[in-house]
């Protein structure tokens, strides 16, 4: 039986889309008389169905999807809500003034508009570079800096680089000081930025087993096998795991989105995703100080995302689902293995040796993990939601790739400011990665309130080592504002006041972060205005269907203001309702030597842990003979 978060098909992504087209001209007044309007189709995901409205017993209500259609020529955008069932257009609303993702072809047609500007060819010329076959260019979110070109046309940046042949790390050898910009509707350059010749960098960057030297030997083999097979059950996208149970999603935006996560059928979540992300650079040259890209709203991480190899990205008995994602043109396409499901041993659970009787009890711990791959341009990010047999959930960012680089002098010993020297005559900006998971929260019902949790020394205790804990209600939007504090331990209880417990307290789940790392730029900047959610590591909103994207729907060169600063401007309460919490946390990255040419992979995340949501432990019924684990 079909569910309202089944993966999308490539007929109902055809269907949709061509559903979109017909009624183009129906609805929109100002097209070019005797033109053929010019469309594309940057989204095409799953509407969610209202979590606020009376459930559908066999959640198999009508199947919507939007379709975001941008027009090419006018620039023109329209979000249409399309029942693939009908098949019928259900809602039709023109956006003026917003940018949709960049797409990927007009990507590649800005790449060979610049490589076709005279303006270029000279600059690049002036490196010592005549084959533009040698020239790398990466198209980049422009961003918003109130600059002349930012007046309403639909524009990248490009960065060049030089490479020997297409197999080549582009990123070793810059062609720094060198930024064109590009009307991606017309494809005319309209500036090329050449701040002044910097020596391109001569060493090598490559990185494969062939171009590295020997192979470090002495690694012998590591065989994970679970001979009567896992132990988790997974049916179309719904998942069954020791107690646990979710559905899962994938659209072309945010990529993986968990629905519906429950234990033991006490609901958890409703939703969990990445629903933004920023990476701000912290450069001061005319190459960087622009870079800030979200990679979630102007590329999108579903659009993105990488087909995993077994026994290199996951291991052990593996189970995967292919997705099924736009093609930008109305079409689609199949990535395989694009979600990745197994089981991980994870050493030690819980443990005890009885000095007394000399009685060792010991429990291994095991964790489910659903992940899935994006490269977006020259980074990897590996997004691995975990789950635990005592009831804890954790997200693990796994944050790798190749730096985004810059040239300098090839004799120094230091980088320029604001960054790090990699190798002789190449460098990195400091910059930052500041994701933000949207949670849809649930804990034990529908209505959850936030309590903000620190943990300090009680001063007027006799002997002076007491500890209290000093728990404040978060009441409105704008309260719930919040940094967090390592030096007490601060985190965040979502708590159900509806529910007990055995001990007469309400249920709840503790939210603890584990990179509590906020935007460094500074107030009034154009990317905090545009980034504003990464300034705070906790928002809570009531939730609202219509409240999905942090930074707004369409970040896209947009000013700035969308979505949470707009929405808790109304400080709306949030006690005991519908709410959804919003986590920004990342890394602050002051690049390596050992960072280059490939990064070592760096961790961000955060942890739901169950706080009073059970009675006592729960992984007390586990079997002493999990990993050959006994009892003495």
Request: charged letters at 20%.
């Amino acid at each position: 039986m079909s569910h309202s978060f089944d993966l999308l098909t490539a007929e109902e992504i055809a269907t949709a889309c061509a559903v979109a087209k017909a009624g183009y001209l129906d609805h929109v007044s100002d097209h070019p008389a005797g033109l053929e309007p010019k469309l594309r189709y940057p989204v095409v995901q799953l509407l969610e169905p209202d979590r606020r409205a009376p459930p559908d017993a066999g959640g198999n209500g009508a199947r919507l999807l939007e379709v975001v259609v941008l027009e090419r020529r006018t620039g023109l955008v329209n979000e249409v809500i399309v029942d693939v069932g009908s098949p019928r257009v259900i809602d039709w609303r023109t956006v003026p003034g917003v940018q949709p993702p960049l797409l990927i072809d007009e990507s590649g047609k800005a790449i060979g508009a610049m490589k076709a500007d005279p303006r270029f060819v000279a600059a690049v010329a002036a490196r010592g570079i005549t084959d533009m076959d040698l020239v790398q260019v990466d198209p980049w979110p422009a961003g918003n800096f109130g600059l002349p070109y930012d007046d309403g046309r639909r524009i990248v940046r490009c960065i060049p680089y030089q490479v020997e042949d297409p197999t080549d790390n582009g990123y070793a050898h810059p062609l720094e000081g060198i930024v064109g910009i590009v009307d991606c509707s017309s494809y005319e350059v309209i500036d090329v930025i050449d701040s002044g010749v910097v020596a391109v960098p001569p060493n090598s960057g490559r990185y494969g087993a062939a171009d590295v030297g020997p192979i470090r030997d002495g690694l012998r083999p590591l065989e994970i096998t679970q001979p009567e097979g896992p132990s988790f059950v997974v049916d179309g996208n719904a998942v069954e795991w020791l107690g646990w149970t979710l559905r899962f999603s994938f659209n072309p935006i945010e990529g993986l989105v968990l629905h519906q996560i429950a234990y033991l059928g006490r609901p958890i979540l409703d939703r969990a995703s990445i629903a933004e992300m920023v990476v701000p650079y912290g450069a001061g040259a005319a190459t960087h100080w622009w870079k800030n890209a979200f990679d979630v709203g102007e590329w999108g991480l579903g659009r993105l995302t990488q087909s995993l190899e077994r026994g290199c990205d996951c291991l052990g008995e593996i189970r995967y689902a292919d997705v099924v994602l736009p093609d930008e043109h109305g079409g689609s396409r199949v990535v395989t293995n694009a979600v990745c499901m197994h089981e991980e041993d994870f050493g030690i659970l819980w443990k005890h040796v009885n000095l007394w009787v000399n009685d060792n009890q010991v429990r291994r711990n095991r964790r489910f993990v659903i992940s899935f791959v994006s490269t977006v341009g020259n980074y990897d990010y590996g997004f691995f939601w975990y789950f635990y047999l005592d009831g804890t959930i954790q997200l693990e960012v796994k944050l790798t790739g190749i730096l985004q680089t810059g040239a300098c002098d090839q004799r120094a010993t230091e980088a320029p400011d604001n960054g790090s020297l990699l190798a002789p005559g190449l460098w990195a900006p400091y910059h930052q990665h500041l994701f933000c998971a949207r949670l849809d929260v649930t804990v034990d019902g529908p209505d959850n309130s936030v309590e903000e949790i620190d943990v300090v020394g009680d001063v007027g205790q006799e002997f002076g080592n007491a500890i209290v804990t000093r728990a404040t209600l978060l009441e409105t939007e704008r309260q719930a504002q919040r940094l967090a504090n390592a030096e007490i331990s601060r985190r965040w209880r979502i708590l159900n006041s509806h529910a007990k417990n055995a001990l007469g307290q309400p249920t709840s789940y503790m939210l603890v972060t584990a990179s509590p790392v906020t935007l460094l730029a500074q107030p009034g900047s154009a990317i905090a205005k545009r980034a504003a959610f990464a300034t705070m590591n906790l928002w809570v909103t009531p939730y609202h269907p219509d409240e999905r994207r942090p930074a707004g729907s369409h970040p896209n060169q947009h000013p700035g203001g969308a979505g949470l600063p707009e929405w808790t401007a109304h400080d709306r309460p949030i006690v005991d309702r519908p709410i959804t919490l919003w986590h920004t946390f990342g890394v602050s990255h002051v690049p390596r030597p050992e960072d280059w040419p490939v990064m070592p992979v760096e961790y961000a995340g955060f942890h739901l842990r169950p706080a009073g949501f059970f009675d006592r432990n729960p992984a007390l019924d586990l079997p002493a003979h999990m990993g050959d684990c006994c009892e003495l």
